[in-house]
Antibody, heavy 124, light 108 residues
Framework: QVQLVQSGAEVRKPGASVKVSCKAS????????IHWVRQAPGQGLEWMGW????????KSAQRLQGRVTLTRDTSISTVSMELSRLRVGDTALYYC?????????????????WGQGTMVTVSS | SSELTQDPAMSVALGQRVKITCHGD??????ASWYQQKPGQAPLLVMY???NRPSGIPDRFSGSRSGNTASLTITGAQAEDEADYYC???????????FGGGTKLTVL
């Protein structure tokens, strides 16, 4: 079935980096953009950015620019999100999500398949 | 970037109708998508575009837009509809996405 499976929980110290992976299965990997969304404990959803698995093109949220890197490896149908210079405020559940495409038409802001989430804890 | 504003909390009696709203400048030229999130679960897409439900979403969910406000309406709310609801849309004139702050819906 169509699914996104993310890597396991991570704990980092402030200033370090973390890389979270998201493996796609059950569909043609290169046909669907992947977005990243995070959710701090007890808080709402925050959009982080997207990657086009076909071209490798990316876009990231202004407030994270310079700290977030999105990559893909088409050979293993996996996208990754690396966040650098971590702060305590980056502690959150990080989700990857697939952008909905209907008959070849992409719905820009609709995310139909979500990963299970990866908890990243930043603590000294 | 623009913002999307939602009421933090709402309640509805079992079987009644509730309209959850999302307000923002980006909605003047973009439709919102809506997500339902229950505790410990990933968000679930329940509405997108003008008024489109993904497969498996009950028809008691409907969507609309008027001016800068998008709405998700649940007609005949069920106990299982108790959840957090988030809207999002394409940010104005950009390739970015913005989320609303979420509405916690309680079914009484």
């Amino acid at each position: 079935q169509v699914q996104l499976v993310q890597s396991g929980a991570e704990v980092r110290k402030p200033g370090a980096s973390v890389k979270v992976s998201c493996k796609a299965s059950g569909y043609t990997f290169s046909d669907y953009y992947i977005h990243w969304v995070r959710q701090a404990p007890g808080q709402g959803l925050e959009w982080m950015g997207w990657i086009n698995p076909k071209s490798g093109g990316t876009k990231s949220a202004q407030r994270l620019q310079g700290r977030v890197t999105l990559t893909r490896d088409t050979s293993i149908s996996t996208v990754s999100m690396e966040l650098s210079r971590l702060r305590v405020g980056d502690t959150a559940l990080y989700y990857c999500a697939r952008r909905l495409t209907i008959f070849g038409v992409a719905i820009f802001d609709a995310f139909d398949i979500w990963g299970q989430g990866t908890m990243v804890t930043v603590s000294s | 970037s623009s913002e999307l504003t939602q009421d933090p909390a709402m309640s509805v009696a079992l079987g009644q109708r509730v309209k959850i709203t999302c307000h923002g400048d980006s909605l003047s030229n973009s439709y919102a998508s809506w997500y339902q999130q229950k505790p410990g679960q990933a968000p679930l897409l329940v509405m997108y575009g003008k008024n489109n439900r993904p497969s498996g979403i009950p028809d008691r969910f409907s969507g609309s837009r008027s001016g800068n406000t998008a709405s998700l309406t649940i007609t005949g709310a069920q106990a299982e509809d108790e959840a957090d609801y988030y809207c999002n849309s394409r940010d104005n004139n950009s390739d970015h996405v913005v989320f609303g702050g979420g509405t916690k819906l309680t079914v009484l």
